[in-house]
């Protein structure tokens, strides 16, 4: 399976934007790499996903490299809600279906 | 609100007890699984269905007994267990036969064996 290495944690200030950085440098062609985050004392929330190109949502933006092998979540103006473990994940198509393996992500803190 | 509710939120049984938990989806979806989060490790895939039919099972104990008698919910029977079973058991649910697959994860269910 396709792993994913990312910081244990980051700091960010309220209403700053954040870098979430993930490599993945063993992708393969049909992984999708996905953005989940999990809020304390919740379960685990989508965020975002991406193929190649970079994406947008509501709630953030992915940037992809060029050569697939890192991506980096942003938040535009973080918030204390945002604050959370994020979780970057390779989901592999290639079979019956996707499973995704979760590993540690990194721990976001928002200071007010 | 996620579309995937969990019951109980909260559980504590004796290692003699059987007990179930209980989740189910309101999102149409053809897909759910059950995830087991311990303290301080990522979350492990336990169980997949697929269309009612289990396609996974991540080599979790037999004291571990899932059921999902339709598309709409999934069942986790548990008896006998031990108290390094808890932890925090979550499910999923996902619209398989698209790309890619999102999941949408109910709050948990938090499990205590004493």
């Known amino acids: 399976d396709a792993k994913t290495t990312q910081p244990n944690s980051m700091e960010s200030n309220e209403e700053e934007p954040v870098h979430l950085p993930c490599n993945h440098s063993t992708i393969s062609g049909t992984d999708y790499i996905h953005w989940y985050r999990q809020l304390p004392s919740q379960g685990p929330e989508y965020v975002i996903h991406?193929?190649?190109s970079n994406v947008n949502n509501r709630m953030a933006s992915l940037a992809i490299a060029e050569d697939r092998k890192s991506s980096t979540l942003i938040l535009h103006r973080a918030t204390l809600r945002d604050a959370a473990v994020y979780y970057c994940i390779l989901g592999n198509y290639g079979g019956s279906q996707g499973n995704l393996i979760f590993g540690k992500g990194t721990k976001l803190s928002v200071k007010p | 609100e996620t579309g995937v509710t969990q019951t109980p939120r909260h559980l504590v049984m004796g290692m003699t007890n059987k007990k179930s938990l209980k989740c189910e989806q309101h999102?149409?979806?053809?897909?759910m699984y059950w995830y087991k989060q311990s303290a301080k490790k990522p979350l492990e895939l336990m169980f997949v269905?697929?269309?009612?039919?289990?396609?996974e099972n991540n080599s979790v104990p037999s004291r571990f007994s899932p059921e999902c008698p339709n598309s709409s919910h999934l069942f986790l029977h548990l008896h006998t267990l031990q108290p390094e079973d808890s932890a925090l058991y979550l499910c999923?649910?996902?619209?398989?036969?698209?790309?890619?697959?999102?999941?949408?994860f109910g709050p948990g269910t938090r499990l205590t064996v004493l």
């Open positions: 999923a649910s996902s619209h398989q036969g698209g790309l890619p697959d999102t999941q949408y």
């Open positions: 269905y697929s269309l009612e039919e289990r396609v």
């Open positions: 999102l149409g979806h053809n897909a």
């Open positions: 991406g193929l190649t």
